[in-house]
């Protein structure tokens, strides 16, 4: 079946970097993109990114061009996600989800949780 | 690239239907056909309901329709049960590799 599991949660501290990782199985991993998804404490999701595990070619939203940073390692069918200069406006649960040609995200990972905290 | 703009609440008594709009623009929800919708639960990852504007994964409930005009997309739940209650968002394609969600709506069964 279908997983995306994803690393833990990260306290980082205002203007660090954080890393997560996102270990896709049960399908051909370089077929299928992956999107990048957050949700901030009791508001919306928002989408961050898109990376095409096959090629490495990505997509960034406007608002995170320039901050982060999707890659994925072929070899162990990982995909990861690096946002920089953090403030506390980061905080919210972070999700990887497989992304559907013509439709979008279809199974999604538990989430991580980053708390950006002085 | 604005997040596509949606109800912040709807509600309904079980049984009736209920409509969600979902309004974007030209250059996202009126150039393609690529619009998708989500159902959240408390807690819970989001989950695939409709997509290309009007279809139904596998699984899912025929109470749940979608439809497109222009700019604006809309998700209809009929039948409404108390198990409905929940986040919905809307989902589009953006142009240049981007995608945007919607605001999402919270849908309160009464």
């Known amino acids: 079946q279908v997983q995306l599991v994803q690393s833990g949660a990260e306290v980082k501290k205002p203007g660090a970097s954080v890393k997560i990782s996102c270990e896709a199985s049960?399908?051909?991993?370089?077929?299928?993109?992956l999107d990048w998804v957050r949700q901030a404490p009791g508001q919306g999701l928002e989408w961050i990114g898109i990376i095409n595990p096959s090629s490495g070619n990505t997509g960034y939203a406007p608002k995170f061009r320039g901050r982060v940073t999707l890659t994925r390692d072929t070899s162990t069918g990982t995909v990861y996600m690096d946002l920089s200069s953090l403030t506390s406006d980061d905080t919210a649960v972070y999700y990887c989800?497989?992304?559907?040609?013509?439709?979008?995200?279809?199974?999604w990972g538990q989430g991580t949780l980053v708390t950006v905290s002085s | 690239q604005s997040a596509l703009t949606q109800p912040a609440s709807v509600s309904g008594s079980p049984g009736q239907s209920i409509t969600i709009s979902c309004t974007g623009t030209s250059s996202d929800v009126g150039s393609y056909n690529l619009v998708s919708w989500y159902q959240q639960h408390p807690g819970k990852a989001p989950e695939l309901i409709i997509y290309e504007g009007t279809k139904r994964p596998s699984g899912v409930s025929n109470r749940f329709s979608g439809s497109r005009s222009g700019n604006t997309a809309s998700l209809t739940i009929s039948g409404l049960q108390a198990e409905d209650e929940a986040d919905y968002y809307c989902?589009?394609?953006?142009?240049?590799?981007?995608?945007?969600f919607g605001t999402g709506t919270k849908v309160t069964v009464l």
């Open positions: 989902y589009s394609y953006a142009g240049s590799n981007t995608y945007v």
């Open positions: 989800a497989r992304h559907q040609s013509e439709v979008g995200p279809d199974y």
């Open positions: 049960g399908y051909s991993f370089s077929s299928f993109y």
